[in-house]
């Protein structure tokens, strides 16, 4: 019977859409990349989600993040995401967690629960925690590095962590990844070298900080505002979730391909066969 996600079965069978609607993903960090990660994800037939992020939507969001709109500004994130996730599949399982992940607050967290994790965050300490945790329990996890200050979205691509250059913070994570004894982790990344923000006081955060009321961090408080594009965190947020559904399915995808192929061959070989039986 056809449904909202009838047009993903046709490429990736029934099979997969079954293993996706029985997959539990946890989204950490739900801005401009997070953001298009559970937008794909819901729309690729996901069926459950714990979303993690203490920020409320900004006017600055705007730019950038599926989530923010003017409707939307002063609104926990993770509201606004879970809203948009039930609007595409009501049957869909939506935890939603208002705080920031940190060492500190990791055992909130049951990892042995998710079949996938998403790291989206923007923090080095919180990005290491997610691996390790992610790692003991035996869960695949994919990280987002830097996207802020490029303008290039063809230029990212999906690699180990210690295959990857140029980036500033993969390169953070390379050395910190290291001295943990982690051998591996999917990231996606850019060598597009970051660009300097414009300096321009008459739109500066720092000076004119328009953060809604109870935000958790202002930006105030940050070491640096980078600048961002529609165009860019989108892209990133689009790979990671089709790394994760390819990862969720592969062995589904590729019974269902088999199988097509099978029958498509005995297709042409009953075809043949009648075609022989005819000249006979």
Not at 89 to 95: C, R
Not at 120 to 132: G, N, S
């Amino acid at each position: 019977m056809l449904n909202q996600f009838s047009r993903t079965e046709l490429l990736l069978g029934n099979a997969a859409m079954e293993k996706l609607a029985g997959s539990k993903v946890a989204v950490f960090g739900i801005g401009g990349v997070g953001g298009y990660v559970v937008e794909a994800l819901a729309r690729s037939g996901v069926g459950a989600f714990d979303l993690i992020d203490d920020d409320k939507v900004c006017l600055t969001n705007i730019n950038r993040q599926i989530i923010a709109t003017r409707k939307t500004v002063g609104r926990y994130k993770t509201d606004v995401m879970k809203e948009r996730i039930l609007e595409i599949n009501p049957d869909a399982k939506v935890e939603i967690h208002n705080c920031f992940y940190l060492p500190e607050t990791k055992d909130e967290f049951d990892f042995k629960e998710y079949d996938y994790v998403v790291d989206a965050v923007d923090t080095v300490t919180a990005k290491i925690q997610l691996v390790l945790e992610a790692q003991e329990a035996g869960v695949p996890i994919i990280s987002s590095m830097g996207a802020g200050n490029k303008l290039d979205p063809s230029a990212f691509e999906v690699a180990d962590i210690y295959k990857t250059s140029v980036c500033p913070l993969a390169k953070v994570m390379r050395r910190e990844l290291k001295k943990r004894g982690v051998k591996h982790l999917k990231v996606v990344y850019s060598k597009e070298k970051a660009l300097a923000p414009i300096e321009d006081m008459a739109i500066s955060c720092r000076a004119h900080c328009i953060c809604p009321p109870g935000a958790a961090r202002k930006c105030t408080e940050r070491r640096a505002i980078p600048g961002s594009t529609a165009f860019v965190p989108s892209v990133v947020g689009l790979i990671i979730a089709g790394e994760v559904v390819k990862d969720l399915t592969t062995k589904e995808m590729e019974e269902a391909r088999k199988k097509m192929e099978e029958d498509l061959q005995k297709i042409k070989e009953e075809q043949t066969r009648k075609k022989e039986q005819t000249h006979e």
